[in-house]
């Protein structure tokens, strides 16, 4: 069964730490997002990757950034975290091929 | 401006029900139009994607359809269930690039015995 695991379900942080958040899949699937969902504001991209070591600014990058050194894996950092970085954090892949997101199971994130 | 609007926001209904949720947009050049269905605390599984071409596609109990010239499409829920109760999220793939995913905010359904 295809599969995106997102390392944590649930995590809480302090104002300041920094905070990875790592995804894997393995469906050799070349591209892979970042996305965070909030109440009402739905879905928003943070980055996404094409291939490895690449990377490109999704619409709300401020504050984070992302590392690709594998295919299969693609880390959110959150430099230092901040209250308004509390979200859920959903991590997809798809084939250029077919669009089709392959989403994580999400991580809720609650910076204190 | 490519956007997605979904309507309602929010629907409650009785278990065994028809339901039809409702997704405009404006995202141009169109490339096609998927329907994601997320489970509370899960992430969003994509249950039907239409292309230009295509007006209607069924999932079991869900048909989509797609308008391109009034660029709407709808969801409709036949005899719907407990386990339908989710958000649905209509997102339109398109834009210069063609690649682009412009996404839905999303209908809440809830689904009540």
């Not at chain 1, 104002?15 to 958040?21: N, R, S």
């Not at chain 2, 947009?25 to 994509?46: A, C, E, H, I, M």
């Not at chain 2, 007006?55 to 499409?73: M, V």
């Amino acid at each position: 069964d295809v599969k995106v695991t997102q390392s944590s379900r649930y995590l809480v942080k302090r104002t300041g730490e920094k905070v990875f958040l790592e995804c894997v899949q393995d469906m050799d699937h070349e591209n892979m997002f970042w996305y965070r969902q909030d109440p009402g504001l739905g879905l928003r991209l943070i980055y996404f990757s094409y291939d490895v070591k690449m990377k490109e600014k999704g619409d709300i990058p401020e504050g984070y950034s992302v590392s690709r050194e594998k295919k299969e894996r693609f880390s959110l950092i959150l430099e230092s975290a901040s209250t308004n970085q509390t979200s859920m954090y959903l991590c997809a892949s798809s084939r250029p091929s077919t669009g089709e997101l392959f989403f994580g199971e999400g991580s809720r994130l609650t910076v204190l | 401006k490519n956007q997605v609007e979904q309507s309602p926001q929010s629907l409650i209904i009785l278990e065994g029900k028809n339901c039809t949720l409702q997704c405009n947009y404006t995202v141009s050049p169109f490339s096609n139009l998927r329907w994601y269905k997320q489970d509370t605390g899960r992430g969003p599984v994509s249950l039907t994607i239409m292309t230009f071409s295509e007006n209607t596609k069924s999932n079991g109990r869900y048909t989509a359809t797609l308008d391109a010239d009034t660029k709407q499409s709808s969801l409709h829920i036949t005899a719907s269930q407990l386990s339908d109760s989710a958000s649905y999220i209509c997102v339109v793939s398109g834009g210069q690039a063609g690649t682009a995913l412009i996404f839905g905010k999303g209908t809440t359904l809830s689904v009540s015995s």
